[in-house]
């Protein structure tokens, strides 16, 4: 029978040692490639959003991916222009809000704002893949900008919140940033390429799209307690840097609401969390029915985004009408 | 617990470490706890089988080493029966009551379960053990936890290769040490392998994937990239794996034996299966099987009946792995099968043929053509391995087919894409290797190359793996069932 034939030279301890040494070289050459890629193809990530801000804002936007159209195609620029405001966007895709704090603190550490407007979504407190998860996922740590500072926030998160310490490996060797076939490639989420599209109602998508978002879950009281209080933290730590927190649920289609279970639980405990943390909050869910504000199941369109400043987020960000708090 | 995941990189770890520490004597146990480890990982219920197996291997073994005639026929037929028997019920019961349910008119009760991940392979391990200890070939081995470590050992529990016991046995324990050199050769197989999974395999696998996913309406560009990605990504699927099981297995003094023989440069149809893809598996097939059916003894017709029962056989061993259980398996077997039989019937005219052209017999041109021929003839019955059904699988054909006299003019319009391009590199890249190896091993070129050309294959290599490799823990195709 064949066997594998053993090399025939006798491996070295300091041949060992170079051979590694000169690999660990090269790595060090290629993160630092990556890293210099992540900054000159940025633009979605928030951490890339944030390195690229000078000075203070008026306004922090954080939440899931019904607040990152606010920021499509230039839109946060047009808002900046006629609210007179300087915004910024550090929505995520699937972030929920012990991911949306640990962007904050990042955010606190560098810069001040007055405002914080947080887009709530029901499927982003209850379960850990769209919070504990998160800080693992190979897209988001592939466009995330390297800092010591914010690696040892990171550590922080592993050690008290139960962040998968690989996420903190990952971050620190910059592995996602070296294997990312997308590095060439501009961050641009997907959505923004169809910033311009309308969604033709389908009940199959949207149906697949409710179960996307609301995984089972093992305990969802557990698991709404867990991401309700880390949105008190959240607040918390706003209040603490003189930042005034408004909570806003955004539009979705009619139909696409009567697929998400719990909804009106959700609701319930989000006004018990803005009526003890004293904060303002503004449902504007059923606002725009029509489903041609939607470029998907779910995610307003340019028609939708215009109308939504136009007839209610305008007053907000500029302050004309500044909701009351419960 | 896959090869490609950061856990098994630290059980590895972790298990280099103890295994270094413990004395000789005892590292055969530690092997066989971190064997067990290693598999309960894929689910702890999964160990009931995997003792059971290595229980009936034990017993029967045992008893097959008996005086008398009567026990040892009895201990063999009931030990194979387990085992083998085990696996074709778990293998097709529910197939099987699918399919026959219908014509019966009754309803059937469903085991509602399959083998777990790897039953083929270790199933086959202790059914060579069997028969080679009923045959006087092997010793039976006395010691339970041995055994079992033979049959669970972990690099090759999962998809072989199919080891067969004397061999493996009488390394244990006198061979268990962390030999430098050994492990250097070890680490160069598992990176290789590692590349071949994670890079070539798992790069071609989307476009593999997409194009099947949608047969009927994919292009017929579409299908042929498919076609012929697939062939080089189940064949780096399965030999990186078999690499990196040989690779970790020399990490502790164990050599197992060559499963991957740079297939697609085989001249015949024959030579692929005996010689060059899955050896262990041919072999295991030619030793029990092919020969105690009479083998090419026997007279034609029975010798055209042995080679086409033994791929069938093989047909219906292959199906589940990776692509569910169905009718394609056997299609794919047969029309192997179907391969064996137009190689016989031709031997003869291309003797006669050699002998009176022997200039255009021995000409390297006529080996490209014929290594071409092998290639694409295996190619089409790689669209059965990876169809889900017969009639998905003749779609495919039958679009490629209509398509092929104007394909040349197609090719220029086609919207090619990244992955496209990936995936054809990749490829060349593995078949300049694969050709340069056929001619020199490339382990000896790498030996006796300047450092620098050999740090510098190393480096392309695990760089490779970090800057191009799939690392969402994909598994390994063979090891699905």
Redesign the interface.
Known sequence: ???????????RAA?AIW?VG??LV??AL?FAGSEWLVHRNGRMNPIYKIDATRGDVDWVILGASHAMPLDFDGFNDEMERRTGRKILNLAGPGTGPLYNRFVLEYFLSRHRTRNLLYVADGFAFRSPMWNEERFSD?GLLARTPFHPDLAALLARYVVREGVDP?ALADYVTG?SK??N?NRFRRDLWEGEASFDRTFRPSPSAEKKRADYLYPPVDDEQAGRARYFAAMAELIGIAARNGAKVTIVKMPIPLRFKSLLPGEAAFDGSLVALAKGQGVSLIDWTEAMPDPGFYADTDHLNRKGVTDLFEMHLKSVLSGDRSPLPF | MLFNS?PFFLFLAATLVVFVLLPRCVRWFALLVASIVFYASFGVANLAFLFAVALVAWGAGLLTASDRQGVRKAALAIGLGLVLGGLAVLKFYDFVADEIEPHLGIVLPRLGMTAPVGFSFYAFMAAAYLIDTYRGTCAPERDAGKLALYISWFPKILAGPIE?AE?FLKQVPARLRFD??????GL??IVWGLFKKVVIADNLAPVVDGAFRIAPYASPMELLIAVYFFAFQIYCDFSGYSDIA?GLS?LFGI????NF?RPYLAVTTAEFWSARWH?SLG?WFRDYLYIPLGGSRTGLLRRYGNVMAVFVVSGLWHAGLGYGVGWTFLAWGALNGFYQWAGLATRGLSRRLGERLPGIAASGWLRVLRILLTFHLILVSWIFFRAETIPQALTVVRRIWAALPGLPALAPRYPFTADHAIGAALILLLLAVEILDERR?I??R??AAP?ALR?SA??AC??GL????Q??AQTFIYMQF
């Open positions: 029978m064949d066997r594998v034939i053993p090399i025939r030279t006798e491996p041949a051979f000169i690999g090269i790595y290629l190979a690989r592995f070296l294997n076939r | 950061l067969r061999p430098p050199v050994l492990a250097s050769t160069q197989l040989i020399l050599r197992l034996m060559e023989r050896i072999h091993p382990h000896e790498l030996a450092v740090w190393w480096y695990i760089f970090v800057l191009l490799g690392w969402q």
